[in-house]
């Protein structure tokens, strides 16, 4: 359906693709992964046609419809739902108008919302409007960067069970790797300039590319170890009359030889919060919180909340319904309608949100920002606090006025950072991070000693990190004492109601025995048959570190002979060395080619086995 050939695009000196190049056949949905900035969007926009590659060709298959979520917010008809139902037809007689309502309800509007002007919605919910349009065109191939980063946690819910049960092709870049996981079929890693493409999910590909790296890595100091004990034999034997002409010989051999390149480290966020003691058991509380803005619907009611000193409580909801407020009033920033907020005296917190945007000045650069967060630093920490950011060197002395949204949303994370603290407020702070940076808040936020109130609709995160809620949901506001898998199994959202039991037909429920002999046959057969691939995989991951080990002794003895000036040892030797990477090929061309059908099959299995959920 899709191929891309020997792209090459670069921004001035940046260079994001090399000679890369993947197949995308029909049916796949594939998930795009790689670090913020090293070509996600831009190879979307480049199958979109609106930007060319440098060299090279992207090919879609001739018909075939191209859909995607558009940032162009330009609408023509007076109401939303007469403007999704622009990209339908009626068919079969089903009115497209309940196809149209039906998604917009699922992707989080009101029924009020879909009788308004489209030009009266927030930015947000016109991206919304656009994403119901590009489903409702049902295209060949859908382009979804980065949904989530417009749709609440409810919302991202529903969505997620529509592309699961999608049927065509989709490609999906997204931060939430629990999102993506959960409706990809494979992963297509944008990686040190080039595509690879596996089946299966993300942490699969990274292994894959882990122990790949690994195992160059392994190759390039064993290779780089022996040209180095060769250049001895040589250096030693050139001078001397007898071995000159051998000694001429090995060298011609060492400039023939490749040598493989160091692989260059691709940075990620590394950090961690500083802590500012707090002596007392509590952090923060609300009394009776009421809050709703001039001439606008009470967004929060009587909430009393309890802070403890080192809890982890998760704000969640559909948007627009007070969580950011909540945080707002929290910091300080705002004031109850009626109510409290008290803080414990020893408390000192730390706001990350839109919000706290406007602290940033246009004409600073990112290193005065730091600096201006907490003149106490030293320019080391103020740099390494930079560099934790990714804006390691001159990068550190960029201006506010030129940086993207991602790159302020790293400045303030910075500013954050740089101020000791013992109550962070966190308002979306994955937003603009990538798989691996997301990864890294997680931890800096378990490990942190202080409490944490986080706004996020990122499922994953919340399992992670929350061991209580604040749940904004049918119009109220409570919270709840426990972690957000018990509150999905104990409550659960207001809209994702199930039908009563007694509706379900009768059948239905005689033919649940035969499925359940159905899942269990379809279980034994994946056994069966992964089994032995398994079995394969791991016996020659230890084959391959055996014979590792037998390269580096043959290596030392191989120092030994030359060294000693023994001829025949050495050429014995170096057919030993050639017959053991020999056969350390061999055993990662088995390694590689059954660990591809481990993971095909069982991905195949996984699709089988989501059809009795």
């Not at 295209?139 to 969505?159: A, F, G, Q, T």
């Not at 001895?232 to 010989?249: G, I, T």
Request: charged share 30%.
């Amino acid at each position: 359906m899709l191929q891309i050939q020997g792209i090459h695009k670069s921004f001035g000196d940046q260079y994001l693709f090399h000679d890369a190049g993947c197949l995308i056949d029909a049916g796949e949905k594939v998930g795009i992964v790689g670090a913020n900035g090293h070509g996600k969007s831009t190879l979307l926009r480049m199958i979109l046609q609106e930007l060319d590659p440098d060299q090279g060709a992207i090919a879609v298959s001739r018909g075939i419809r191209i859909g995607h979520l558009s940032q162009h917010l330009v609408f023509s008809k007076k109401t939303v739902l007469d403007e999704a139902c622009t990209v339908l037809k009626e068919e079969d007689g089903f009115l497209p108008v309940f196809k149209a309502e039906s998604m917009l309800m699922g992707l989080g509007f009101s029924e009020d919302q879909l009788h308004q002007p489209p030009q009266e919605l927030s930015g947000g919910f016109q991206v919304r409007l656009n994403l119901a349009k590009a489903l409702l065109e049902d295209p060949d191939l859908l382009l979804l960067d980065e949904p989530n980063n417009y749709l609440d946690i409810v919302s991202l819910r529903w969505l997620k069970d529509f592309l699961r049960k999608w049927r065509r092709t989709l490609l999906l870049v997204t931060h939430d790797r629990e999102f993506m996981d959960a409706v990809t079929t494979h992963t297509l890693a944008v990686h040190r300039q080039k595509l690879r493409k596996f089946t299966g999910g993300t942490e699969k590909a990274w292994q894959q590319i882990y122990i790949e790296e690994e195992m160059h890595e392994k190759t390039r100091v064993n290779s780089e170890r022996k040209i180095a004990h060769e250049m001895r034999f040589v250096e030693r034997f050139r001078a001397k009359a007898r071995r000159a002409s051998q000694a001429q010989s090995r060298l011609k051999q060492i400039n023939k030889r490749e040598r493989l390149d160091k692989l260059n480290e691709i940075s990620t966020l590394t950090f961690s919060f500083q802590y500012q003691h707090n002596p007392g058991k509590w952090a923060l509380e609300t009394r009776n919180l009421n809050f709703a803005y001039a001439d606008g619907p009470t967004l929060i009611q009587e909430l009393d909340l309890h802070i403890g000193a080192g809890d982890r409580i998760g704000v969640i909801g559909q948007n627009g319904k007070g969580k950011s407020t909540l945080l707002r009033l929290m910091a300080g920033e705002l004031k109850p309608v009626e109510g409290e907020v008290r803080t414990h005296p020893s408390t000192m917190t730390n706001l990350f949100g839109q919000s706290a945007m406007k602290v940033l000045q246009q004409k600073r650069s990112i290193e005065e920002e730091v600096y201006d967060a907490n003149n106490m630093l030293n320019r080391t920490q103020v740099r390494d606090i930079c560099g934790a950011m990714m804006f390691g060197g001159d990068l550190a002395l960029k201006k506010v006025e030129v940086l993207s949204g991602g790159e302020k949303s790293r400045t303030l994370l910075g500013r954050v950072l740089a101020c000791p603290g013992n109550l962070l407020l966190l308002d979306e702070p994955t937003n603009h991070l990538d798989m691996a940076s997301t990864d890294a808040l997680i931890e800096a936020i378990r490990a942190y000693e202080g409490a944490a109130v986080m706004v996020t609709h990122v499922e994953s995160v919340l399992r992670e990190t929350c061991n209580r809620l604040v749940i904004f949901d049918d119009d109220k506001v409570r919270v709840f004492e426990g972690g957000y898998d018990d509150f999905l199994r104990r409550h659960g959202w207001s809209s994702e109601d199930a039908p009563p039991e007694t509706t379900e037909p009768r059948k239905r429920r005689e033919n649940r025995k035969d499925l359940k002999r159905e899942r269990a046959q379809i279980i034994q057969e994946r056994s069966k048959l992964l089994k032995p691939l398994k079995q394969t995989i791991e016996s020659n991951e230890k084959l391959i570190m055996m014979l590792e080990e037998k390269v580096e002794k043959t290596e030392a003895l191989m120092i030994s002979s030359s060294e000693e000036g023994d001829g025949e040892a050495i050429a014995k030797h170096a057919q030993e060395l050639n017959n053991l990477r020999s056969s350390i090929d061999k055993a990662f061309e088995k390694f590689e080619q059954a660990s591809e059908e481990h993971d095909r099959y069982e991905a195949e299995f996984e699709e089988r086995l989501s059809s009795f959920d």
